[in-house]
């Protein structure tokens, strides 16, 4: 059975720094692209990182030179490491594996997701 579960959320002050986890079961991380992605109340889900299956990462511009994205194949766990974190940060963080092997933001093409875990920096 193929699970995501995320962990490692939390309530942190603006600049400070979070290290996200999505701990994944029934598959090998690294034969896929996985995604994290965040949904903010009132605002539409939007992509953050991917890493490869082949290894690489990508970002989305708001969130360059601040988040890393890794992955531990041993762990079959992937990291989101967010530093100089902002108010505009706040939103619920989700892990999700990508059907297919064309890399792309596009949250429809993700089939299986984590249950989402709360960060939250105040202003």
């Known amino acids: 059975q193929v699970q995501l579960v995320e962990s490692g959320g939390g309530l942190v002050q603006p600049g400070g720094s979070l290290r996200l986890s999505c701990a994944a079961s029934g598959f090998t991380l690294d034969y896929y692209n996985v995604a994290w992605f965040r949904q903010a109340p009132g605002k539409e889900r939007e992509g953050v990182s991917i890493?490869?299956?082949?290894?690489?990462?990508y970002y989305t511009s708001s969130v360059k030179g601040r988040f890393t994205a890794s992955r531990d194949n041993a762990k079959n766990t992937v990291y989101l490491h967010m530093n100089s974190l902002k108010p505009e940060d706040t939103a619920v963080y989700y892990c999700?594996?990508?059907?297919?092997?064309?890399?792309?933001?596009?949250?429809?093409?993700?089939?299986?997701w984590g249950q989402g875990t709360q960060v939250t920096v105040p202003s």
């Open positions: 999700a594996r990508q059907i297919g092997t064309m890399l792309t933001w596009n949250p429809n093409l993700y089939n299986y």
């Open positions: 890493i490869s299956s082949d290894g690489k990462t």
